[in-house]
């Protein structure tokens, strides 16, 4: 009988830490969505502001990967999201943002999102093979 139970919660406990391990493999880009209901939807403006600065970086990934953004370029556009990172943590520091807070730090991040078009519309490349590495 100690054996059957045993069994049993062994068999339990490896079902449970299987489905954690892998039921939640959503990789694709699903936070997509309309920013105009990302305040209702995630909490607040704060998680607007994430979402957006999380998008201006993939987008950067996106370009040093596929090589349409130059070493320069991604440098001087990762310098930008830390400084409006950096801007948004000092104006959480009361533990919420103001309207005029939310509105310079959506200005900045729509600055950014312009200069990545560009660098991504301008023709420079950065040499890349088909896996995405560089070559020397």
């Known amino acids: 009988m100690k054996k059957l139970m045993a069994l049993i919660v062994f068999s339990l406990v490896s079902v449970s830490i299987a489905n954690a391990q892998y039921s939640n493999r959503t990789y694709a880009r699903n936070d997509q969505y309309n ?12 998680a607007e502001i994430n979402m957006l600065q999380k998008q201006a970086r993939e ?13 320069n370029e991604s440098k001087n556009l990762l310098s930008l999201a830390e400084k409006i990172e950096w801007k948004e943590n000092q104006y959480m520091r009361n533990g919420r943002l103001t309207n005029r807070e939310i509105n310079e730090l959506k200005k900045d991040i729509h600055h950014l999102n312009n200069l990545i078009t560009r660098n991504l519309k301008d023709h420079q490349t950065s040499p890349v093979d088909h896996n995405a590495r560089r070559r020397f």
Do not use: E, L
């Open 35 to 46: 920013s105009r209901y990302a305040s209702k939807a995630r909490g607040g403006a704060a």
């Open 59 to 71: 987008r950067i990934a996106d370009g040093i990967v596929s090589g349409r953004i130059t070493a």
